[in-house]
């Protein structure tokens, strides 16, 4: 049994207060459960109005909770714009019902085991505490029908469950989505079929890589999915959210009448003992690991793709996992979305940097008229994003995007953030949102549950 015991992380300005200088009263105060993920820390990049700076912080302890709190202990010493986060700690294996017992605040900040995390969303919304949830929140079947109760919880008590879509904040998936809404420059949108989908979103991710400017150390169950789930009910998330988002902006998507699963598979990547002793510190993998062991190498199943159709649409979805990003790369995304009049593509391979770029690239339908009508289309949106133009490329045009509406992955977590704080005060969620999460966790969850025997 652990010690319980309370700890206190004070910034700078929390010693003021405590020397006792009066603080303003903040409508919303943080409370992070079992932090075991980078992404719960990257909510408290920002420090934002109206938000105590006293966080509570709940853990059963050890090397993931030390792990939070040194990131946080960064963004309180940064030379620019530091925070000024007070972290209050309580470790102790009853951390969740302490948790639930003392309702500290009003906001529950989830990011770390997943396979937890669904039952700590439901015991949070039950107990009238507000959730903002790191994706995924549901990664299988049984998970997924906990979920929806989750929704209805929260409506009955009066309180808003959100997942992080930090990509909805990336300036080119923001601008493809403006373009697709262009009749003269899109035309309509394609149906497609299972082999040639309308809408393809591909992304690529990294077990090794930095995060806030400093090597990231994996816990060792991050690389056993069945506590951080497979990649194709991981990060998956984002890709469904996306197809929504930008597909069928602000219409709420029933699962059970909009949604047909097509096809779904999954594949392992290799991790070396080498490759694992760099991203977690361990010299050998963990007993609860020995299943997926191979030799000499980890097989994660982190890898997967979906088939289906939304609304009739055909999409395809594919998340892939490598070791380590080649020199000057990272995270990547390849997204496709093809209209009667052109297809808008965004790519983010060595031939642009590593950066994510757009282009328009039209169809023989478009007719030699096209690049006048595109001209006069594209207008009213360069008056919108000042800075942005078009430049003519092979097989069309570059979409040109300044420097400084590339705020940064690590930046979407803070805007996100604003985003659930304004939806508080407000009191609800727009109504699409609810609808939409509860069926991108349908096509995840049905996808990884198809994808078992593939």
Partial sequence: MNMKKMTTILSAAAVIASCGVERDESEVTIITLDPGHFHAALVQKTQYPKVSKDVYVY????????????????????????????????????????????????????????????????????????????????????????????????????????????????????????????????????????????????????????VSGKPLTRPAWFYDVTQQGEGIADVMVHLVDLVQWECFPGQAIDYTKDIAMESARHWATPVSREQFKASTGLDEFPEYLSAAVDGDNLNVYSNGEINYRIKGVCAKTVVTWEFQAPV????????????SLATLAIRQGKEQNFVPELYIEPSAEAGESYAAALQTAFAPLAEKYPGIALEPCEGGWHVVIPADYRNGHEAHFGQVTENFLKYLKEGKLPDWEIPGMIAKYYVVTKGWEMSQGN
């Fill in 59 to 210: 853990s059963p302890g050890g090397a993931d909770l030390q792990e939070h709190l040194s990131k946080i202990e960064g963004y309180n010493t940064r030379a620019e714009n530091p925070t000024a986060w007070n972290e209050i700690v309580y470790e102790g294996d009853d951390f969740l019902a302490k948790m639930l017992s003392e309702k500290k605040g009003n906001v529950m900040v989830t990011a770390g085991n997943n396979s937890r995390k669904t039952d700590y969303i439901k015991k949070t919304l039950e107990a009238g505490i507000n959730v903002l949830a790191d994706k995924p929140m549901a990664i299988n079947t049984s998970n997924f029908q906990t979920l929806r109760e989750c929704f209805d919880i929260a409506e009955k008590n009066g309180v808003l469950l959100y997942d992080i879509m930090t990509e909805r904040f990336e300036i080119s998936t923001i601008l493809q989505r403006e373009l697709s809404q262009i009749a003269a420059i899109y035309g309509t949108q394609l149906q497609g079929t299972p082999q040639e989908p309308a809408i393809t979103k591909e992304s690529v991710h990294h077990f090794y890589k930095e």
């Fill in 328 to 339: 000057g790369g990272g995270d990547t995304h390849y997204s496709v979305m093809r209209g």
